[in-house]
């Protein structure tokens, strides 16, 4: 059942796409676009974002700056007049771009985005503080100007609480009321900016260089290279460039305020702080403004990396493509879009729970959202026969495997899933469909679908049959681990479902991909067939 044959399968399923296989297909009656394929790769490898830079980048600003803060404490240079127009220009500036980025989040309704904007608020208002306090333009001697600088960072962390509460019923709830949290924080950024700038000696700060100062600024600057490599493989999860600007400007505000390290003011690190801190802002507020408007969506630039649910990250980062494809199984049925769906959620759920990195994990969610998309090509009196398949029939089903794969290898930028959908019903020990090497040698994105597609395919209701208990399903799988499915990924299935067990229904952020009108029809699963027939009883 090659598509590339022509088939009646072939031909049939392009009818029911219609439209969309002018961009992914390769109809019978004219030639694949060389040049189509060729730039829509070009664009998905410009997308990728890896964290080897942002790693490097964290290291160099790091080091650069304590080695500067600690070593070169002999060579000053004292100019208040330039500190006063370069801190006061610079930050007032910042505190007008990060009001526009929180002007956004308002209009669109962005929770994160709001939470994002008062961040970049605590640190541009207080360093504005501390360029107005720089002793002998408008002040004598005071402690705002060091204070404001050592409490910036910590005030813009507050700011993002929320994200860490996520899943948490006070996360909730800020987040329904994120507004009233903006309000909250912002302002009060502002009265601790007017408590300094009224009272310039009353806001305590450990002195520099002293052990409990550096002690707290180190932990304030992993706290945003923590926020940063988060952001970073989210982004790598999304494949979409924003996050890893916003990374980079996580870690320039961090690394500002390691000048609390050196002994004193006016050495070569203080003003390498003011630069770095600068450079944060502005990239964060208006390079993210930048990616904005070639992205076209706040949404698809800020919300992967201020989520914490891998989920959320692959669903702004899913291809019309992906979506198309996942629209022609609810066009054949819902209850079948949902599998695939629930599918990928546990695939993605269980490659978090291996370890595995970013773009692992994306494959995986990918590969599980998309292996059952060669089933257009199988006929209607196949699908919706409400029973067991007769040898015939199911060999016949098994070609929707490759298939699948076929319609994957013409669809621009996702031509690395092939043997991942291709192999999705290969058994551990050799057998399954289609035959071919055990083991390790089976892409280790089918090795994970495998075993999410068998549990949610046991434990869901069929048109043509109950669903397994959830714990006879387990128990499946605990059973033939290590002849039908790979052992590790059973073991890290099993935690999953412990943590959230399955529901009939997809229920993360990618319960939204590929609906559309129901159309008519259902066609079955046939993983049922190659389960195991005898259920472990319960004890």
């Known amino acids: 059942m090659r598509l590339d044959e022509c088939s009646p399968g072939a031909r049939a399923a392009q009818r029911r796409f219609g439209a969309v296989r002018s961009r992914w297909w390769a109809p019978c009656d004219r030639p694949t676009s060389r040049q189509t394929l060729t730039t829509s790769r070009r664009s998905a490898d410009a997308e990728r974002v890896t964290p080897r830079p942002v790693i490097a980048f964290a290291g160099v600003v790091g080091a650069s700056m304590a080695i500067l803060a600690l070593t070169a404490a002999d060579y000053t240079f004292v100019a208040p007049t330039f500190l006063f127009w370069l801190a006061v220009i610079a930050a007032s500036l910042c505190v007008v771009a990060a009001l526009i980025l929180s002007a956004v989040a308002w209009r669109k309704d962005l929770p994160d985005l709001g939470y994002l904007g008062a961040f970049f608020v605590a640190v541009s208002v207080l360093p504005l503080v501390h360029g107005l306090t720089v002793p002998g333009i408008l002040y004598g001697s005071n402690s705002a100007t060091a204070a404001s600088v050592y409490w910036a960072v910590p005030a813009g962390l507050v700011a993002l609480v929320p994200m860490v509460l996520r899943h948490t019923s006070l996360g909730r709830s800020i987040g329904r009321h994120w507004r009233a949290w903006w309000i909250g924080h912002v302002p009060a950024v502002t009265a601790l900016a007017g408590v300094m700038l009224s009272s310039p000696n009353l806001v305590a700060f450990p002195d520099m260089g002293t052990p409990m100062a550096r002690v707290t600024i180190s932990v304030f600057f992993l706290l945003t290279v923590v926020a940063g490599m988060r952001q970073v493989r989210l982004s790598r999860i999304a494949q979409r460039p924003g996050p890893a600007v916003l990374?980079?400007?996580?870690?320039?505000?961090?690394?500002?305020?390691?000048?609390?390290?050196?002994?004193?003011?006016?050495?070569?690190?203080?003003?390498?702080?003011?630069?770095?801190?600068?450079?944060?802002?502005?990239?964060?507020?208006i390079g993210g403004a930048i990616v904005y408007r070639r992205e076209g969506s706040a949404r698809a630039v800020f919300s992967p990396v201020l989520t914490v649910d891998p989920?959320?990250?692959?669903?702004?980062?899913?291809?019309?493509?992906?979506?198309?494809?996942?629209?022609?199984?609810?066009?054949?049925?819902?209850?079948?879009?949902?599998?695939?769906?629930?599918?990928?959620?546990?695939?993605?759920?269980?490659?978090?729970?291996?370890?595995?990195?970013?773009?692992?994990?994306?494959e995986d969610g990918l590969v599980s959202l998309l292996h059952d998309i060669g089933k257009v090509t199988v006929p209607d009196s196949i699908l919706a026969k409400p029973g067991r398949l007769t040898e015939a029939e199911f060999e016949l089903m098994k070609g929707h495997a490759h298939a699948g794969a076929e319609m994957i290898a013409r669809a621009p930028g996702l031509e690395q899933h092939v043997e991942g959908v291709r192999a999705h019903h290969k058994r551990w020990d050799g057998t399954g469909y289609p035959l071919g090497r055990p083991g390790p040698d089976i892409p280790l994105s089918a090795r994970i679908c495998v075993a999410c597609d068998a549990f949610d395919a046991m434990s869901a209701t069929r048109h043509y049959r109950d669903g397994m208990d959830p714990e006879i399903a387990r128990r499946v799988l605990r059973e033939h681990a290590g002849t039908q499915w790979d052992t590790e990924v059973v073991a890290a299935l099993l935690v999953v479902i412990d943590r959230r067990p399955w529901v009939p229904e997809p229920r993360t952020a990618l319960r939204a991909v590929g609906q559309n009108d129901p159309g008519h029809g259902h066609f079955g699963c046939d993983c049922v067939p190659e389960l195991p027939t005898r259920e472990p009883a319960l004890t």
């Open 247 to 285: 990374a980079f400007a996580f870690i320039l505000v961090g690394a500002s305020s390691l000048v609390f390290l050196a002994p004193g003011p006016w050495m070569p690190h203080f003003w390498l702080a003011h630069a770095v801190d600068i450079g944060g802002v502005f990239l964060g507020t």
């Open 311 to 362: 989920h959320a990250a692959l669903e702004i980062g899913l291809s019309p493509l992906v979506h198309e494809f996942t629209a022609g199984l609810n066009d054949k049925d819902p209850m079948t879009r949902d599998h695939v769906v629930r599918t990928a959620e546990l695939a993605i759920d269980c490659a978090v729970e291996l370890g595995l990195p970013p773009d692992a994990v994306r």
